[in-house]
């Protein structure tokens, strides 16, 4: 999951199961992986996040928004630029955006 990229310059994270996300240094493919891929960058500041609902049989994003939302909560948000949500899935897309913005976080819908 690791890549030296940061150290030169943005650090842009993704959690999805199938897309590639070429701008993305580090990309994790299930919501666990998700986790620790943000617990690993908890302490620095991260460009961009891209975040996928549905990642494939019964696990969603919604454990790693749990995660965002329970950092802000206890008063120490993760830093992130902006948020984007490219997920197909309309109703979890929506979801998210409400979950995350209500706790202050840059939340955009890209096109999936």
């Known amino acids: 999951m ?3 990229s940061a150290a030169r310059g943005r650090v842009v994270l993704g959690i999805d199961d199938l897309r ?3 701008g ?3 990309v994790a493919r299930t919501s666990c992986e998700g986790i620790q891929l943000l617990r690993e960058h908890r302490d620095s500041f991260i460009d961009e996040l891209w975040l996928d ?3 494939g ?6 454990p790693v928004v749990a995660l965002l939302e329970e950092a802000a909560f206890s008063g120490r948000p993760f830093h992130i ?3 984007f949500i490219h997920s197909a899935n309309p109703v979890g897309a929506e979801t998210i955006v409400r979950a995350l913005t209500h706790w202050s976080y840059q939340v ?3 096109t999936a």
Not at 57 to 62: E, L, N, P, Q, S
Request: charged share 35%.
């Open 24 to 26: 993305a240094a580090w």
């Open 108 to 110: 955009r819908r890209a």
């Open 53 to 55: 609902h549905d990642l």
């Open 20 to 22: 590639q996300l070429p």
């Open 81 to 83: 630029g902006t948020i």
């Open 2 to 4: 690791k890549d030296d």
């Open 57 to 62: 049989g019964d696990d969603t994003i919604m």
